[in-house]
């Protein structure tokens, strides 16, 4: 008999705002994400603006990406940002000793980015250096983003051709200051941050600074917990977070060749986030009860060995049906966690990890992820409807995950209910109860493929693309659908 799963969707007076920020993305100064991927110069014969590649411009633009994290991850913390900035020509190099020993030749530095984000129409979010920087240096980089002027660093800016601020609102005060931030307790980095906070001023950004504490790794609750009691509240105002998803962390195995065993534990890892926000966020309800502080997951996304050929240290990896269901429960479990998790940052935007666009030469590409990030952007800003769901087991050798993960919400007099089968055989019926909801009619889009391990390739691009689903009815308030095994369904209502 086929497996069947049941929801419940119901309009509530206090259901929070889905942030548009849970759908933002990051880009690191590692291997093939700047150089040869976003940036590739603007003498390169790839048509580009300002020496990005214009197709990456477009492809972003259609997919709403509300922040952009950068330039790091590790390598934010060995980044002087002054470097990176005046006449390309009399950059300094440096090795970028966390991915691959390469030489950094600072061609894309400060403006690059902020006037990307601003082509993007994206908010710009700097992960600025605390493990090998100083307050000084941290506290110039603001005035020189965010200060009108007159002043040393505006006046600086200046000179290098930018009036007026970009007004940047969003700063990572360091990245894993557990590990490779420079290996702190958390203690100490909670004292570090305050000091760090503290000369942190917004200048003349009619946007309130978002100051971001570099968070906790996976389970590690002692971190969020030392944050949450130390640091006031007047000088924090979000807690980052980050999980990866992957079958091993020390056998990660192939991005594209992998058993139903290696699925199995990537989607456990995956499934993790739901354990993880739900205890990080219980904790910051401890110290924070009013909420004024956000969970900010801003590294997740799915990691796997880097494919044959390619360099160890440029984490760049194929994306298949396989990385579709991590985006998919992913994003349903930080949709369903809206009053906490108000910001997260996919790993990472271009050749790297789990990435939405892969590149080769000329040619690039939209991964199933993309697809995935592109179907959900329909909850941005929108009001969260909760769900009750019973989901059936997806069983694989005596383990079991429930095979379904669904959220829904409602804008401008729309209802999206976004739903994942991760169940890699069979399909699931789900019946959902919408008698709650004021909605007449359902269309639907769904992203499948006829197997598991299936990717876009640089000869086959469109292989995997969304396409309209008309697998449901609706009947007296509830609809019928019938996910296929592995997808990914977004239905509309009106
Ligand atoms: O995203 C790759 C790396 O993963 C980041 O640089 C670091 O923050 C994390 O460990």
Same mark, same amino acid.
Not at 185 to 210: H, I, V
Not at 273 to 282: F, I, S
Not at 405 to 422: D, P, Q
């Given at each position: 008999?086929?497996?069947?799963?049941?929801? %419940?969707?119901?309009?509530?007076?206090?259901?929070p705002t889905i942030s548009k920020h849970i759908y933002g993305h990051f880009a690191e100064?590692?291997?093939?994400?700047?150089?040869?991927?976003?940036? /590739?110069?603007?003498?390169?014969?790839?048509?580009?603006?300002?020496?990005?590649?214009?197709?990456?411009?477009?492809?972003l633009?259609?997919l709403k990406i509300p922040n952009l994290r950068w330039?790091?991850g590790?390598?934010?913390?060995?980044?002087?940002?002054?470097?990176?900035?005046?006449?390309?020509?009399?950059?300094?190099?440096?090795?970028? #000793?966390?991915?691959? *020993?390469? %030489?950094?030749?600072?061609?894309?530095?400060?403006?690059?980015?902020?006037?990307?984000?601003?082509?993007?129409?994206t908010e710009p979010y700097?992960a600025?250096?605390?493990? +090998?920087?100083? /307050?000084?240096?941290?506290?110039?980089?603001?005035?020189?983003?965010?200060?009108?002027?007159? +002043?040393?660093?505006?006046? !600086?800016?200046?000179?290098?051709?930018?009036?007026?601020?970009?007004?940047?609102k969003y700063w990572g005060?360091?990245n894993e200051?557990?590990?490779?931030?420079?290996?702190?307790?958390?203690?100490?980095?909670?004292?570090?941050?305050?000091?760090?906070?503290?000369?942190?001023?917004?200048?003349?950004?009619?946007?309130?600074?978002f100051?971001i504490a570099s968070g906790a790794n996976v389970?590690?609750?002692?971190?969020t917990?030392?944050?949450?009691?130390?640091?006031?509240?007047?000088?924090?105002e979000g807690v980052a977070l980050h999980s990866y998803s992957?079958?091993?962390?020390?056998?990660?195995?192939? +991005? /594209?060749?992998?058993?139903?065993?290696?699925?199995?534990?990537?989607?456990?890892t995956a499934m993790k986030m739901e354990e993880l926000v739900t205890?990080h966020v219980?904790?910051m309800?401890?110290?924070?009860?009013?909420g004024?502080v956000a969970l900010v997951v801003d590294e997740w996304g799915g990691w796997?060995?880097?494919?044959?050929?390619?360099?160890?240290?440029?984490?760049?990896?194929?994306?298949?049906?396989?990385d579709?269901?991590i985006a998919g429960i992913t994003l349903n479990i930080f949709n369903n966690h809206a009053d906490r998790v108000r910001m997260a940052n996919l790993a990472q935007t271009?050749? /790297?990890l789990q990435a939405v666009?892969? #590149?080769? *030469?000329?040619?690039? !590409?939209?991964?199933?992820t993309y697809?995935v990030m592109k179907m959900y952007n329909?909850h941005q800003d929108a #009001?969260l409807?909760? $769900?009750? !769901?019973?989901?059936?087991?997806?069983?694989?050798?005596?383990?079991? !995950?429930?095979?379904?993960s669904?959220s829904?919400s409602?804008?401008?007099?729309?209802?999206?209910?976004s739903?994942?089968?991760?169940?890699?055989?069979?399909?699931?019926?789900?019946?959902?109860?919408?008698?709650?909801?004021?909605?007449?009619?359902? #269309?639907?889009?769904?992203?499948?493929?006829?197997?598991?391990?299936?990717?876009?390739?640089?000869?086959?691009?469109?292989?995997?693309?969304?396409?309209?689903?008309?697998?449901?009815?609706?009947?007296? *308030?509830?609809?019928?659908?019938?996910?296929?095994?592995?997808?990914?369904? $977004?239905?509309?209502?009106?």
């Amino acid at each position: 008999a086929q497996q069947k799963s049941y929801v %419940t969707i119901e309009k509530s007076t206090d259901a929070p705002t889905i942030s548009k920020h849970i759908y933002g993305h990051f880009a690191e100064h590692l291997g093939r994400c700047i150089y040869d991927g976003f940036y /590739v110069g603007d003498t390169s014969a790839i048509p580009n603006k300002n020496g990005v590649r214009k197709d990456i411009i477009k492809a972003l633009k259609e997919l709403k990406i509300p922040n952009l994290r950068w330039p790091g991850g590790c390598f934010a913390d060995t980044y002087h940002w002054k470097d990176g900035i005046g006449p390309k020509e009399d950059r300094p190099t440096i090795v970028n #000793t966390w991915w691959g *020993g390469v %030489t950094e030749d600072n061609s894309f530095g400060t403006h690059d980015f902020l006037n990307l984000c601003e082509e993007l129409d994206t908010e710009p979010y700097l992960a600025a250096n605390v493990g +090998s920087g100083t /307050v000084k240096e941290f506290a110039d980089w603001l005035q020189y983003v965010n200060h009108i002027g007159p +002043s040393p660093m505006a006046d !600086l800016r200046k000179k290098y051709g930018r009036e007026t601020p970009w007004g940047v609102k969003y700063w990572g005060v360091g990245n894993e200051m557990w590990g490779c931030g420079g290996n702190m307790t958390p203690e100490y980095y909670a004292n570090l941050y305050k000091r760090y906070a503290t000369f942190m001023t917004s200048w003349d950004n009619e946007k309130n600074l978002f100051r971001i504490a570099s968070g906790a790794n996976v389970d590690d609750y002692h971190w969020t917990e030392v944050l949450m009691r130390d640091i006031p509240k007047n000088l924090i105002e979000g807690v980052a977070l980050h999980s990866y998803s992957y079958v091993e962390w020390n056998e990660k195995g192939s +991005s /594209v060749d992998f058993n139903e065993a290696q699925y199995f534990s990537t989607m456990q890892t995956a499934m993790k986030m739901e354990e993880l926000v739900t205890k990080h966020v219980a904790i910051m309800d401890k110290y924070d009860p009013r909420g004024k502080v956000a969970l900010v997951v801003d590294e997740w996304g799915g990691w796997y060995d880097v494919m044959d050929g390619t360099n160890p240290g440029f984490l760049y990896q194929q994306n298949t049906m396989r990385d579709a269901m991590i985006a998919g429960i992913t994003l349903n479990i930080f949709n369903n966690h809206a009053d906490r998790v108000r910001m997260a940052n996919l790993a990472q935007t271009v050749n /790297v990890l789990q990435a939405v666009i892969l #590149t080769e *030469g000329e040619k690039m !590409l939209l991964t199933p992820t993309y697809h995935v990030m592109k179907m959900y952007n329909v909850h941005q800003d929108a #009001t969260l409807l909760p $769900v009750k !769901l019973t989901a059936p087991d997806y069983i694989f050798n005596g383990e079991k !995950l429930p095979a379904v993960s669904v959220s829904a919400s409602e804008k401008e007099g729309k209802t999206h209910i976004s739903l994942v089968n991760i169940n890699s055989k069979e399909a699931v019926e789900v019946s959902i109860n919408v008698e709650g909801l004021n909605v007449k009619k359902f #269309t639907g889009e769904a992203l499948t493929s006829a197997k598991l391990q299936n990717y876009n390739s640089f000869d086959n691009p469109e292989a995997i693309a969304p396409k309209e689903f008309e697998d449901f009815k609706l009947k007296k *308030g509830i609809i019928t659908v019938t996910l296929p095994p592995f997808s990914v369904v $977004v239905l509309e209502g009106k």
